[in-house]
Structure formats: structure tokens, C-alpha cells
């Protein structure tokens, strides 16, 4: 009910078994809670193979009229406001009515989660749980492994290479691997080596064939080996080399021609490498993915900058989706006087997405950009020690000027806070929303997994589940990435499945939505006769000094929170 309450806010959809369960009033029977949903569109009727663009993809029919509004940051939000001359306007502000999220209730929710993860007898019930269902799965494959391989049989033309693929966790200038990458430098190098491609520290412009003279290398001394960009085993917690195998043959001056977006060369390099890979993915025809492009919060013209190098290269295909990545490198910037405070960034991050929803035609290549990006990730070394803490006394980020680095759960908070009002806006204007998919779990503080289930439709990483039960269990439980392919992949269960798209049997996917109802069946048994017994005698107070263990108190906190009226 917490996240179900926080991620609605952010106009993203919670899967209706979980939301109609956590709802659900003691008179209702349990089986009212697993209703059978109809099926929306007969799979018939729905083409496998999905539409392709033609024409422009960047020629977007839908330009909204201007909408006279008063964008103002408060407290690190951005508000949408009437006018000034507000009686002169019509009277539809009064009917918006856009919910502005909570900094209080989030650090109380928070504190409740984290005193849930903290309790012994809760993680004993969750590791148990964990335990069982691993052992029911193992069972389940030893009854039915043969009838799952009958079936995915049965289907022509289906296999693991035949059914449709997203790679949600790609950046951009990683997605092509280590030969391909040292095939194109040395194609660029022997075809336009006397291409202008940087400056010198004087100021006068370098050819690509001087830039290899000065590193020292010639396409012939260039291998796999000394391009060395491959994360291997030697980079496992060390963020610091994962980082430096971002630059070809360890020089930032090849990462800055080749890998960036906004160079000396606006990015044509970089451009025709990522071409060369979507090529890839459509030739391939069921592979899709969805790279990473940074926007650093550096300046507000970044938007700007990079709508206008996807437009004018022409980077686009059917099988690619964009996300955008934030680095949380506000000590970085500050250290180097480019930042005041913390506003500056998310200034320079949220205001022309809020501009360009007010009036698309102030930001026109922003415009056409965004109806291809699908959402926002947080990014950096997760492993760094959170040197502040993230409380009701934290200074907002109007008054965070300090030199120490924000902790992870204040950039999330004020990430989702301003997605939240943003999604909002261009749902309210007919535009398409972004999702928050931050990097979260692969190292550092497991209280990282609590922000993100609060405020994130999905993470990536999360190996840090695996010791904190709780939260592994509360991750099960709210069933993150639950949408298969096909016209009804909306509905849960076997109605939602198309073997003839996912190539999953129906036998699995039942398997799943039973496990699932299962799990949802016990608690919501424990809760309601827990109502049933603190209604007949003494009910227990959240402040009460008995002998009640921090669960029992924190739970007792946590009914008190109201379903949100999304």
C-alpha cells in the first residue's frame, strides 16, 4: 500500500491483484480479492509483428496549443501554477488539481520500512517464505519441466532467438561490443583521418589523423587488448576502473571524439556507431533495447543540445527506445564553482521538459526527442558512504550548499518528486510520461532498495536483495516487470500470455499468478484476523509502551496510511 501510494503519484500503473488486495475491507470475501478479468482483444485480431514508422520519425502531428502557466521551484519541486492574471484565464485550473508528493510522508514511510527490514522476527518469516517458494519452484519444474517442453514445442516458428527482446540495461556508449567498436575506429581513422575532430590546448583545431599521432598509436598497433574497454573480473567493485573503460586505449580525447554526443564534431562519430548497431537490432528483427544518454545537469541548454544531435544525425530506429541518465556528481560540479547549490542541478535538468509540456513550440527538437524516451535513471558509484543524512532537517535543495555529496535517497526523492508533477502535466496535455528506473542495489547501503521501492517502478541491479530478506520478499510481493507480450498484457495470469509472442508456457505462467495469490492470500489471512482481534479487545497503539516487537508498531503506523486517490 506504501509504494502502491508513492509510484501512482508518478502516474505509473500498480498491477491490480496487489492493489485489490492491499485494499481490501475485512467484509469482503478473499476470493472477491482474484477476480477473473476479461479478455480485452482476441489474440486473433492482434498483428505479431508491430508497425513501423514511415516517413519522419521526427515529424510529430501533435503540437499542443501554448498553456499560459507559471512554472515556479518550491522547496526543489517544480509547481505548475495559473497566471499571474489568473481571473483573466479560464477556469480550468481549478479542476487540475495536481497532487504534489510528500517529503513527509516519504521519510516516515521510510523509517517504517526500515524498521521492518531491522526486525528479527520478520526477517525469519521472510527468509522462510523466500525458502519455500524456492523449494516450490524446484518442485513445480520437477512435475511439469516436460509438459512446459511439450508445449513451447507445439508453437511454430517460437524459440528463445524468435520472441521479441528489450535490453533495459544498455548505455549508449557501451551497447557495441569491444571488436566492433575497434573495427569503426580504425575504418574513421584510415577514411577521414583529415577530419577536424578537436582543439588543442591553444585553441587550434586537430584533425583525427593528429589526435592519433599525438596519443602515439597507428590503426595497425590497435587491438582488443590494448583498446581495452572490457569490464572484466578486475572491475568488480572498483567503480573507478569501470569508469576509465569508457575511453578507448585509456585516452579521454577518443572517448570525447568517438563516445559523446556534444563534441567538437556534435557527435556524427558517435551518431554513426550507434547506427551501425540499431542496424543490428532491426536486422535481427526481435531484439530491442533501450541505451542510456546522460544529461548531466550542467546547463539548461543540455535538453536542447542533445534533441538537436538525435535530429540532425538521424539517430533513431524502430527497435530503440531512450532512457536518460542523471550522474550524481553534484560534488563534482560544486568542487569546480559550476554549482551554487543542489537547485542548479535540477534546474538545469527539469525546467525545459516542464517548458517545452507548457509550449512545444518553445523547444520544438525537444519536443519530437521526448516522445522517445521512456524514463530516467540515477547513476555513479552506489558504494560511496552517505557522508548526510536524509531527514526532516536535511536543507532543501534551494539551501543545500555544502560541499559534501546529497545522500542517494535525497537525488531519488527529489528525482521522483519532479517526475511525479512532470508526468502529471503531459498526461494532463496528452503527452507521452516517463517511468524512474535508477541503477540501485549493486553495492554500498541496502537502504538504497528502500528509496527505490518507494519511489521507482523498477531498478536495476538489486544484487543487495539477497541480504536483506525483507525487502527481497517485499520486491516479490509487489511483482516488478509483471507484463508479458501480447494484445492483453495488461491482465494477469494466463490471459495475459500469448505463447505464440513470449514462447513462456501457459503451464509457468500459471505457476506465477498462483505462487503470487498464494503469498497475497496468507498475508491478507494474517491481517484480517489480526483486525478481527484487536476490534474486539484492547487495540494497540503505535505509541504504546508494551512489549510489542517493532513490527507489531510499525505495522500498526503503516494501517494508518490512506490508500491514494489516484
Same mark, same amino acid.
Given at each position: ?13 500498480? =498491477? ?21 478479468? =476479461? ?53 480550468t485550473w481549478q479542476s487540475l488539481g495536481f497532487v504534489v508528493p510528500s517529503l513527509s510522508s516519504y521519510i516516515t514511510d521510510y523509517e517504517i520500512l ?81 577530419? =577536424? ?48 573503460k569508457y575511453n578507448p586505449i585509456g585516452q579521454s580525447q577518443l572517448r570525447e571524439v568517438f563516445l559523446k554526443t556534444d563534441n567538437y564534431i556534435d ?48 539517430? +533513431? ?92 535517497? +535525497?537525488?531519488?526523492?527529489?528525482? +521522483? ?150
Amino acid at each position: 500500500m506504501v509504494e502502491a501510494r508513492h509510484v501512482s503519484q508518478s502516474c505509473i500503473a500498480v =498491477p491490480p491483484t496487489n492493489t485489490d488486495t492491499l485494499i481490501i475491507s475485512p467484509l469482503v470475501p478473499l476470493d472477491s480479492c482474484f477476480p477473473s478479468l =476479461p479478455l480485452s482483444l482476441p489474440f486473433i485480431d492482434h498483428p505479431i509483428n508491430p508497425p513501423g514508422t514511415t516517413g519522419d520519425p521526427f515529424a510529430t502531428s501533435y503540437w499542443p496549443d501554448p498553456m499560459a502557466v507559471k512554472l515556479e521551484f518550491r522547496k526543489g519541486v517544480m509547481h505548475v501554477l495559473p497566471p499571474d492574471d489568473f481571473d483573466q484565464v479560464s477556469s480550468t485550473w481549478q479542476s487540475l488539481g495536481f497532487v504534489v508528493p510528500s517529503l513527509s510522508s516519504y521519510i516516515t514511510d521510510y523509517e517504517i520500512l526500515r524498521t521492518f527490514v531491522a526486525d528479527g522476527p520478520l526477517k525469519s518469516f521472510c527468509y522462510r517464505r523466500l525458502m519455500y517458494l524456492g523449494s516450490k519452484f524446484a518442485l513445480h519444474s520437477l512435475l511439469n519441466e516436460t509438459r512446459e517442453s511439450l508445449e513451447q514445442k507445439s508453437v511454430s516458428h517460437r524459440d528463445f532467438y524468435n520472441i521479441r527482446k528489450v535490453d533495459t540495461h544498455l548505455h549508449a556508449a557501451s551497447c557495441m561490443n569491444q571488436k566492433h567498436l575497434l573495427r569503426f575506429i580504425k575504418k574513421t581513422i584510415r577514411t577521414k583521418a583529415d577530419v =577536424p575532430v578537436c582543439l588543442d590546448r591553444n585553441g587550434k583545431t586537430m584533425t583525427l589523423q593528429q589526435l592519433i599521432d599525438q596519443i602515439g598509436v597507428t590503426p595497425y598497433d590497435l587491438s582488443i587488448d590494448n583498446l581495452d574497454v572490457h569490464a572484466d573480473r578486475n572491475t568488480f567493485h572498483r567503480f573507478d576502473k569501470f569508469n576509465s573503460k569508457y575511453n578507448p586505449i585509456g585516452q579521454s580525447q577518443l572517448r570525447e571524439v568517438f563516445l559523446k554526443t556534444d563534441n567538437y564534431i556534435d557527435g556524427a562519430f558517435f551518431a554513426h556507431v550507434l547506427k551501425e548497431v540499431f542496424s543490428d537490432l532491426e536486422e535481427s528483427k526481435y531484439q530491442n533495447a533501450e541505451p542510456r544518454l546522460s544529461i548531466y545537469g550542467r546547463s539548461i541548454n543540455e535538453w536542447d543540445n542533445l534533441a538537436k544531435w538525435a535530429i540532425n544525425c538521424r539517430v +533513431y530506429s524502430d527497435n530503440v527506445r531512450w532512457l536518460i541518465q542523471i550522474p550524481r556528481l553534484y560534488d563534482v560540479y560544486h568542487a569546480k564553482g559550476s554549482m551554487k547549490c543542489f537547485q542548479d542541478i535540477i534546474t538545469n535538468v527539469f525546467q525545459p521538459l516542464f517548458e517545452v509540456t507548457a509550449d512545444p513550440k518553445s523547444h520544438p527538437e525537444l519536443h519530437a526527442f521526448l516522445q522517445y524516451v521512456t524514463g530516467f535513471d540515477s547513476v555513479d558509484d552506489e558504494s560511496k558512504s552517505d557522508k548526510v543524512i536524509f531527514n526532516h532537517f536535511t536543507p532543501t535543495p534551494e539551501n543545500y550548499s555544502q560541499q559534501e555529496n546529497p545522500p542517494y535517497s +535525497y537525488y531519488i526523492y527529489y528525482m +521522483y518528486a519532479n517526475l511525479s508533477q512532470l508526468n502529471q502535466f503531459r498526461s494532463y496535455r496528452g503527452l507521452n510520461t516517463f517511468s524512474l528506473r535508477p541503477h540501485c542495489g549493486e553495492a554500498g547501503n541496502p537502504n538504497h532498495l528502500i528509496t527505490c521501492f518507494l519511489l521507482a517502478e523498477s531498478i536495476n541491479h538489486g544484487l543487495l536483495l539477497r541480504k536483506a530478506p525483507v525487502l527481497q520478499y517485499l520486491y516479490y510481493l509487489a511483482q516488478v516487470k509483471s507484463f508479458w507480450f501480447g494484445p492483453n498484457y495488461s491482465q494477469e495470469g494466463v490471459m495475459g500470455n500469448d505463447i505464440t509472442r513470449t514462447n513462456v508456457p501457459n503451464i509457468r505462467i500459471a505457476y506465477r499468478y498462483e505462487t503470487l495469490t498464494d503469498e497475497l492470500r496468507l498475508l491478507l489471512r494474517a491481517v484480517l484476523s489480526r483486525r478481527s482481534a484487536t476490534s474486539v479487545g484492547t487495540p494497540i497503539s503505535p505509541n504504546s509502551t508494551g512489549t510489542h516487537s517493532p513490527t507489531k508498531r510499525a505495522l500498526s503506523g503503516f494501517k494508518s496510511q490512506k490508500p491514494s486517490k489516484q
